[in-house]
């Protein structure tokens, strides 16, 4: 990838979501690829950005380091007072 995208920021669009009703995520003008990120893409040559839709670096968004330690755990419901 080139210099320009070292320093590179995640452009929020109001734009529709994609076909299969993913959000659409831009770094500048150019559009980060959904089926990348879905392991599904098959374009030859794809004209979308094949990078992270998280956190915009050289991996799938299942192998984000930023998203890995975000699960949510459920406290158990406090018991009753009587």
């Not at 990120?37 to 950005?49: F, G, M």
């Amino acid at each position: 990838y080139s210099d320009d995208l070292i320093n590179r920021t995640i452009t929020s669009t109001s734009s529709p979501p994609d076909s299969q009703g993913r959000l659409r995520t831009f770094v500048g003008t150019k559009e980060v690829c959904n089926h990348y990120n879905a392991r599904i893409c098959t374009r030859n040559p794809c004209h979308y950005l094949h990078i992270c839709a998280t956190c915009e670096q050289n991996h799938l968004r299942f192998q984000c380091p930023m998203t890995a330690n975000t699960t949510t755990t459920i406290a158990p419901p406090s018991p009753a007072s009587s």
